[in-house]
């Protein structure tokens, strides 16, 4: 509509939801079905790519939470559908989030079948937030594993993310580089980013400001005037003669020359690095680095680390921002409980383990060896993944900073086996085993819902 702004935010978040979920909600109303509900947020199975998928976006979703309501230019737009009375219009005015959330903590290694989050409210309420918490934590979760594949192939060197121009918008921008940063990203060009989050922010010089030039040394000089600790790109029109300017240049400004790196942006990447190398060391230039981006992914990233290439950092660009192998994951928001019941589904491919639940990590010598799902309450040996952070609409701990959860991600992922943290698919995969007392209670269930057999 003209002059609504086109950027989600406090006063219009509410909105952000699918519309069966206001129509079920006004429904639940009408019937009276208000009583307490259990959610289960998980990813049904794992993509082909993926040994395992890291948490992250709890913090977006309990803020969400935690702010959510109904504005009146909201409730007036709701109004002109004609879906929704004047009752209900009302009760939306006044609803807030008051519910539980227990969640696993972002940076935790997780797997299919096992619960992300829990919400449990009242039903309509439980209902209404699918959408929104379904869309933070999904991109966030799918954005950190892929980040957690490009940090495991660089083996320990430099990685920078480079995505934002070809992410898809811009909240996912801001998100993908929170999760890239919490999945062990040493730094991103995104600038916002670094201003909300406090990720460290890298980034430097373009080809159009060489182009900009009448010559490559040109710029070089000018760049390494304004900015002398820089990295140069090298690669505009010929790689290696872009290495024999910054020689060229270092041997002008002599003890005052302090450009700290090169950067390979094209072509051959492990033989430019070798020749650049040689030209670098040869020059005395030996604590001149290199850097290499364009195009790479873990893929690319591991064939030149293991190739031994001279590089000493990586920017990674559309491969890690958009997750291009995996873009999403078959994550669901399903009813596992209603007024003390639990409930499940019977459809192929999509059945449900009904009631809340509880993963305990069963680990021996700090290392990860099964997992166990359980029902909740139930004792099970190993570490409990889920906590509750959220009672009656309030997080119970502060927004823990970026800092906590990535080095929380670097302690996890040290605890999977080493077969996880290849690139192919680990043989053979970490396994997730059903309690006996929540397999009982899926088959009993089960055999209610589906009723008498027919001879």
């Not at 977006?60 to 009146?72: G, I, N, S, W």
């Not at 460290?200 to 710029?219: C, E, F, I």
């Not at 009631?355 to 010598?365: A, I, N, P």
Request: charged share 25%; net charge neutral; aromatic share 6%.
């Amino acid at each position: 509509m003209s002059g609504q702004p086109t950027w989600v935010g406090e006063e219009n978040v509410a909105l952000l939801t699918d519309l069966y979920q206001l129509t079920m909600m006004q429904a639940y109303l009408e019937e009276g079905l208000e009583g307490e509900a259990a959610f289960s947020l998980f990813v049904r199975r794992l993509p082909p790519q993926r040994n395992f998928l890291l948490a992250c976006g709890l913090d977006d979703a309990l803020d969400y939470l935690e702010r959510l309501h109904f504005t009146d230019d909201a409730l007036a737009y709701l109004s002109s559908l004609h879906l929704f009375s004047d009752g209900f219009l009302r009760r939306l005015r006044d609803m807030r989030f008051g519910g539980d959330v227990h969640a696993v903590p972002e940076g935790t290694p997780i797997f299919a079948a096992e619960p992300i989050l829990e919400v449990v409210a009242p039903l309509p309420v439980a209902q209404l937030v699918e959408t929104a918490v379904m869309n933070q934590v999904h991109l966030q979760i799918v954005a950190a594993s892929k980040a957690a594949r490009v940090v495991a192939a660089a083996r320990g060197r430099t990685v920078v993310d480079f995505g934002l121009r070809r992410i898809h918008g811009a909240d996912a921008g801001l998100k993908v580089a929170r999760a890239a940063f919490v999945a062990g990203v040493d730094a991103t060009s995104n600038v916002l980013a670094g201003k909300l989050y406090g990720i460290p922010v890298a980034g430097t010089m373009a080809h159009s400001y060489v182009q900009a030039h009448d010559a490559q040394l040109d710029a070089f000089r000018a760049f390494a005037r304004v900015y002398p600790r820089t990295t140069l790109l090298v690669d505009t029109y010929d790689t290696l003669a872009g290495v024999r300017d910054v020689v060229r240049l270092a041997r002008e400004l002599g003890p005052a020359f302090q450009v700290r790196a090169l950067r390979l942006d094209s072509g051959d990447l492990l033989a430019l690095s070798r020749q650049a190398r040689r030209i670098l060391d040869e020059a005395g230039l030996q604590k001149v680095e290199l850097f290499a981006s364009g195009g790479l992914d873990e893929h690319a990233v591991d064939r030149l680390v293991r190739a031994g290439a001279p590089i000493a950092g990586f920017g990674v660009g559309t491969a890690m921002g958009v997750s291009d192998d995996a873009p999403t994951v078959d994550i669901a928001y399903k009813l596992v409980s209603y007024a003390g019941r639990g409930r499940m589904k019977l459809s192929p491919g999509k059945a449900l383990l009904p009631g809340r639940k509880q993963v305990f990590r069963v680990e021996h010598d700090g290392r990860a060896e099964r997992d166990v799902l359980a029902g909740h309450g139930e004792a099970q040996p190993g570490r409990p993944l889920l906590a509750q952070v959220m009672a009656g609409g309030r997080r119970l701990f502060p927004r823990p900073d970026l800092a906590t959860l990535r080095a929380r991600a670097r302690e996890e992922l040290g605890r999977l086996p080493g077969r996880l943290l290849g690139l192919a698919p680990a043989t053979p995969p970490y396994p997730v085993e059903v309690s006996a007392g929540l397999g009982a209670q899926r088959d009993e269930l089960a055999a209610s819902l589906a009723g008498p057999k027919v001879r």
